[in-house]
C-alpha cells in the first residue's frame, strides 16, 4: 500500500533546507546556509501568511474495488462562469 504524505513536495523541500541550514549555519560556521536558513524561514512565514499552505480536508483508506470522485464548483464573475483564469473582466 502507498504511504500517504502529509508535506507537499515544496514543504518537505523547504523542511530538508531549513534543517541543512540550521545544522551548518546556524550551529555550524556556513555563512551561505544561515543565509538559506533565513531565506527559506521567510518563505515559510510568507506561505503561511497569504494561506498558500494545503488544507487536508479528508483522509480515508480506500478497500479494493472503492473509487473517489473530486468536484470542484466552476468559478463565477458577477454570476456568469469564467472560462480563464482572468481576474480583472476585459473591457469591451
Same mark, same amino acid.
Given at each position: 500500500?502507498?504511504?500517504?504524505?502529509?508535506?507537499?513536495?515544496?514543504?518537505?523541500?523547504?523542511?530538508?533546507?531549513?534543517?541543512?541550514?540550521?545544522?551548518?549555519?546556524?550551529?555550524?560556521?556556513?555563512?551561505?546556509?544561515?543565509?538559506?536558513?533565513?531565506?527559506?524561514?521567510?518563505?515559510?512565514?510568507?506561505?503561511?501568511?497569504?494561506?498558500?499552505?494545503?488544507? %487536508?480536508?479528508?483522509?480515508? @483508506?480506500?478497500?479494493? +474495488?472503492? =473509487? /473517489? $470522485? %473530486?468536484?470542484?464548483?466552476? @468559478?463565477?464573475?458577477? +454570476?456568469? =462562469? /469564467? $472560462?480563464?483564469?482572468?481576474?480583472?473582466?476585459?473591457?469591451?
Amino acid at each position: 500500500m502507498a504511504k500517504f504524505r502529509d508535506r507537499s513536495r515544496t514543504d518537505r523541500a523547504l523542511h530538508l533546507l531549513q534543517a541543512r541550514g540550521l545544522r551548518k549555519g546556524f550551529y555550524g560556521d556556513s555563512k551561505r546556509w544561515l543565509y538559506v536558513l533565513v531565506v527559506v524561514i521567510g518563505l515559510r512565514q510568507l506561505r503561511k501568511f497569504i494561506g498558500s499552505e494545503p488544507d %487536508i480536508v479528508y483522509r480515508g @483508506e480506500l478497500r479494493e +474495488g472503492e =473509487t /473517489v $470522485r %473530486i468536484f470542484h464548483k466552476p @468559478e463565477t464573475y458577477q +454570476g456568469r =462562469t /469564467v $472560462r480563464s483564469r482572468r481576474r480583472t473582466p476585459v473591457p469591451r
